[in-house]
């Protein structure tokens, strides 16, 4: 799934819940912003998405995000000043949303920190909108 597709999908599925999500990816913002701006009726929500093409196979063997100049910064400044940042990463139809931004994750790490189910098709909106409250 491609981080388009990802957003997307993340829209559509709350599409009537009470959310307001902002597409953020332009040239014109400050330098790493994240990709998606997420507001319920309880939380603010910055939200970073990437892909991985390829997942390892031992679960110790370490995958490194691909940030963009600035993006990695940026989240964990937000985090030191209260705010919840998101890192929301695909590997073909599977997604984790990690709130303990790295540079690098193991396969194991991924799974263990993730914040929701891993595969989104499986949750509803409620439920969606349930677990993005709750993060922390």
Known sequence: MLEREMKNE?????KFMPVKITDIETG?????????????NHIDIWMESKKIDRMPLR?????????????????????????????????GHEWFMLTDIRKKYTVDELYELSQIPRNIDKIDAIDMLVLLNNLK
């Open 10 to 14: 993340l829209k559509k599925k709350l």
């Open 28 to 40: 014109g913002t400050e330098v790493g912003v994240p990709d998606l701006h997420i507001r319920t």
């Open 59 to 91: 679960k110790n063997s370490t995958i490194t995000i691909k940030y963009r100049p600035g993006q990695y910064k940026w989240l964990k400044e937000y985090q030191k000043l209260g705010g919840v940042s998101v890192l929301a990463i695909t590997y």
